[in-house]
């Protein structure tokens, strides 16, 4: 609040103070509660009963006005008013979260028509790893490009990837609903002729540990990244562990060495070493003999190799 008057931020603690009450009511309402119901009784790990939930649900885009009714009224009653949402916002569209939980969250988002002309061609398509179902509310005259390519299994690996192909696109309509299985399906938006308004449901359960990017024209794999916000997390926090020096820490590591994400086992390994070399490198063979993935098996032989005699020259001075 640096350079902010003591007129503007007393008017900011009060709307605040005072908009806790409008948000507490605003999430006992009959809309909020509705979206509670719609997943309350679906396993959070059954990703196909929530994607027809889901489904069925923006069937009817009724629910998201009346969900967002008593906010905008508070909006009016006082411009500094703050909506619970987790907002977003990049060159090309503004997204909120306005609904969340275990299962699934449901966002609203608005993609600029104008910022898309100005772009140039995309050139690459993401496989997100997650399913996600899309109303579009106002399809802008969009056209929806598709791709598919093979799931990356436990076994993926780069080097071996398949090519992604393009499939038949769509002339999106006002009010259409589409599901996407990210795990092996891309979609862009393109040709929008007026701004594009979607509600999206993105359904964790199920998803891939890894997001997968592929060119356009040739449909090659250009890169992979973590999908996975658990094994993401579990990662920074091993590195804290590493950075404060707490060799303590063994067993912590030695658990992510062994959870089921692949590449949290190898990050999980790699931080381990640089911090406590001796302890790793029993775990470090054990991987090298028998992990599951074969990347991982051979990156810890690889390891092993530069590893031991650094270990026995240290040992011996």
């Known amino acids: 609040m640096n350079g ?10 009060a709307a605040r103070e005072a908009g806790r009450g409008t948000i507490r ?12 119901t719609v997943f309350a009784d679906c396993a959070a790990e059954d990703a196909e009963a929530l994607t027809h939930r889901a489904t069925r649900l923006f069937g009817d885009g009724g629910w998201a006005g009346a969900l967002l009714q008593p906010l905008i009224d508070a909006i009016a009653a006082d411009p500094l008013f703050e909506p619970p949402f987790k ?5 090309l569209r503004i997204g909120a979260v306005l609904f969340d939980c275990p299962a699934v969250a449901i966002s609203a988002c608005v993609t600029s028509a104008a910022a898309m002309r100005r772009r140039p061609p995309p050139t690459a398509c993401t496989f997100s790893g997650r399913i996600t179902v899309t109303r579009f509310v106002r399809a802008g005259g969009a056209t929806l490009r598709r791709w598919r390519t093979a799931p990356a299994g436990p076994d993926f690996r780069a080097a ?6 393009e499939r038949e696109s769509l002339r999106l309509a006002d009010g259409e609903v589409h599901a996407i299985d990210g795990r092996c399906e891309a979609q862009l938006l393109a040709d929008a002729g007026n701004d594009v308004v979607t509600l999206v449901a993105t359904i964790r359960a199920g998803a891939a540990p890894l997001m997968r990017e592929h060119a356009i024209g040739d449909g090659k794999l250009l890169r992979v990244a973590s999908g996975d916000d658990q094994a993401s997390r579990a990662e920074m926090l091993l590195a804290f562990l590493r950075l404060a020096g707490r060799a303590d820490a063994g ?12 590449h949290l086992r190898w990050a999980a390994m790699r931080e381990w070493l640089a911090l406590d070399a001796h302890a790793a490198l029993p775990r470090l063979e054990a991987m090298a003999a028998g992990d599951p993935h074969i990347e991982i098996r051979e990156a810890a032989e690889r390891t092993l190799a530069a590893v031991r005699p650094r270990l026995s020259t240290a040992c011996r001075a």
């Open 4 to 13: 902010m008057d003591a007129g503007t931020r007393a008017a900011l603690v």
């Open 25 to 36: 009511k605003w999430r006992h309402g009959d809309a909020h509660r509705m979206l509670e």
């Open 87 to 91: 907002a977003n916002r990049d060159g």
């Open 160 to 165: 071996e990837a398949p090519p992604c192909e």
């Open 251 to 262: 067993p912590q590591f030695d658990a992510a060495t062994r959870d089921p994400a692949f």
